[in-house]
């Protein structure tokens, strides 16, 4: 049930950051045309491009948490008895949650310091906390998959659900 | 420190763990346990290091690719190649080399060529009585000419991470590319000829000339981005938005192939692999900072000036490095892991940063296909339904050739640069 709720959420985020890459692209496309055509630029566009691609690294980094697709190494995972992937998967999911929650704290922090300074970006006066803050969503987003991965593996003893699925390399 | 960094990433990379947690473990128990600096700096790197308008190429030649590849864009190049090559024996094979390339001009991501073009050319090699062996070792192999022949995704986060530039890295790309895949169809040509398969059929004026008006609008893709580039038309990024609306485009409403939902879709799986791939430079951006400031790459380079090591030397042993790791690590994090070591000490010892870009990228190409865990061979087996003793089997002779070649590029820098004094002039 949760799990569905999971992966319902993950989608939408895909979806939403699939439609802002999509702006990205045409903003892009609409710079190069406007400086060659009609010798104007969209200021600000190269901020808001950026901006797009960090939502996409760390928001989309919360999909790929979710579907368990992370790049990694898992040669010598794969040889091993089911009962030492299962303490590694636990391992993982706890060492998952402390680096999430110290660069949340940091990212948090460093947000809060851009909202309260009032700062902005420098063309398209984008506030800055909106940026910053995508990184501290993000890794609140993945602290909450990690703790709720944890609970099912311990639960369930649930190695499959928890074992490395060998992301998708592109390259 | 030489716990946290090199300790810690080594075992955590050994037990599995996703690359970008490897790199995040490594620089805060770095900076918990052995620095004193403000924690603060973990944020200001993992941002400042995607904060970057040249990585924004990647996302678009992913997109650029996924539009490309969703549609009837491989076969139209299948057919304009083999209506110009098909009088050749093992004109089949030649043809997946030449149409590889082409789509690599496009696209730039390995796999997606490889199951792309090999869901045609596999049938129709099979049905032409290609041995099977031959044509899996091809199929698989041919993959990796694409993150050589630019637009290339590793080359774009290796000029991110050895802050060269990405323009000069794809000029410098060019003939290296072009030479394993000349070097690939000389031994496809070759093969044929010994072991009688693959005759070829007369040469079809008509029949080449329909080909090439089908696949024109094809062809226009790599004319634009790589015309672009070099013409001093674009920056790579805008080359790689114009090439997203191009694809968008032709395949929308001049193919009729993609809906406006299929282009979303495309969009979406651009996403998920930018997520893959960019918390990876996120990380590595701040693990890269902390051997920085813990002069690591310094100290290495003094160590090796101290042994007094030759260039040729230093080249053979990064490649054995670089081949070494290639075959267990997919090239992004490869390049992300070692480029913050290797740059400063190739750089001391007068090596050329753009020339040492393509000898990398030439390195973890190989390990694309190199058997035992190369992805490229896995899509082959899951995607094409070939065996994996088959695959392991067929591409032996292709990994000496790749192998020849890099040993070409290693050691004659002017097959690389002197494609980018070509193409830039400088």
């Not at chain 1, 049930?1 to 939408?12: S, Y």
């Not at chain 1, 948090?108 to 700062?119: E, K, P």
């Not at chain 2, 089908?214 to 114009?242: D, H, K, N």
Request: glycine content about 8%; overall charge positive.
């Amino acid at each position: 049930m949760i799990d569905r709720q999971l992966d319902r959420i993950a989608r939408a985020i895909e979806w939403i950051l699939a439609l802002a890459f999509i702006l990205a692209v045409l903003l892009n496309f609409t710079n190069v045309v406007g400086r060659y055509l009609f010798g104007i630029a969209l200021l600000g566009a190269d901020e808001v491009e950026v901006f797009i691609m960090v939502a996409m690294t760390f928001l989309g980094a919360v999909v790929v948490t979710q579907r368990n697709e992370h790049l990694r190494m898992d040669v010598l995972v794969r040889l091993m008895p089911k009962w030492a992937r299962l303490v590694l998967r636990i391992a993982e999911q706890v060492l998952l949650m402390l680096l999430a929650g110290f660069v949340l704290k940091q990212s948090y922090f460093y947000a809060g310091q851009m909202l309260r300074i009032g700062r902005t970006s420098d063309m398209a006066g984008i506030p800055m906390w909106i940026p910053h803050g995508l990184v501290a969503l993000g890794f609140t987003l993945i602290l909450l998959l990690a703790g709720w991965r944890l609970f099912t593996v311990i639960t369930r003893r649930d190695v499959v659900h928890a074992a490395p699925e060998s992301g998708q390399v592109r390259e | 420190m030489t716990f946290a960094l090199f300790v810690v990433p080594v075992v955590l990379l050994l037990v599995g763990f996703p690359i970008f947690m490897v790199l995040l473990t490594a620089v805060t128990v770095a900076l918990v346990f052995f620095m004193h600096v403000p924690l603060i700096v973990v944020h200001q790197n993992l941002f400042g290091s995607v904060n970057a308008t040249p990585l924004l190429a990647v996302p678009f030649f992913i997109y650029a690719g996924e539009l490309m590849g969703r549609g009837s864009v491989a076969q139209r190049l299948v057919d304009f190649v083999q209506g110009g090559v098909g009088s050749v024996r093992g004109s089949l094979g030649v043809t997946t080399v030449g149409t590889s390339a082409i789509f690599g001009a496009i696209s730039g991501v390995s796999a997606a060529t490889v199951a792309t073009i090999g869901k045609v050319m596999v049938p129709a090699m099979r049905r032409a009585g290609y041995p099977e062996a031959f044509t899996a070792g091809l199929i698989t192999s041919v993959g990796a000419i694409d993150v050589v022949i630019p637009p290339s995704i590793p080359m774009i986060v290796y000029g991110a991470a050895a802050e060269e530039s990405v323009a000069r890295l794809y000029a410098a790309g060019v003939f290296p590319g072009l030479m394993i895949a000349i070097m690939i169809a000389a031994y496809v040509m070759w093969r044929a000829r010994r072991e009688k398969f693959g005759a070829g059929e007369p040469f079809d004026l008509s029949r080449f000339l329909h080909a090439t008006g089908r696949s024109i609008w094809a062809l226009g893709a790599p004319v634009i981005i790589l015309g672009g580039i070099y013409g001093g038309i674009f920056s790579p990024t805008e080359a790689a938005a114009v090439a997203c609306v191009y694809a968008a485009l032709v395949t929308a409403l001049i193919f009729r192939e993609l809906s406006l939902r299929e282009i979303v879709e495309a969009a979406a799986a651009t996403v998920f692999f930018t997520g893959q791939i960019l918390i990876i430079v996120a990380c590595a951006g701040v693990f890269a900072w902390l051997l920085t400031v813990n002069q690591v790459p310094a100290a290495v380079t003094a160590w090796l000036q101290h042994l007094n090591v030759s260039t040729w030397m230093l080249l053979l042993a990064i490649n054995v490095l670089l081949l070494a790791v290639g075959c267990f690590l997919d090239p992004i994090s490869a390049i992300l892991l070692l480029s913050p070591l290797l740059v400063p000490i190739v750089k001391a010892a007068g090596i050329d940063g753009v020339h040492f870009g393509v000898v990398v990228t030439v390195n973890l190409a190989i390990g694309l296909f190199h058997p035992p865990f190369g992805i490229n061979i896995f899509v082959a087996q899951s995607v094409l339904g070939l065996k994996l003793e088959t695959i392991y089997r067929g591409i032996i002779p292709f990994v000496v050739i790749y192998l020849i070649a890099l040993g070409l590029i290693t050691y004659v820098p002017a097959i690389s640069l002197s494609g980018m004094h070509l193409l830039l002039g400088k």
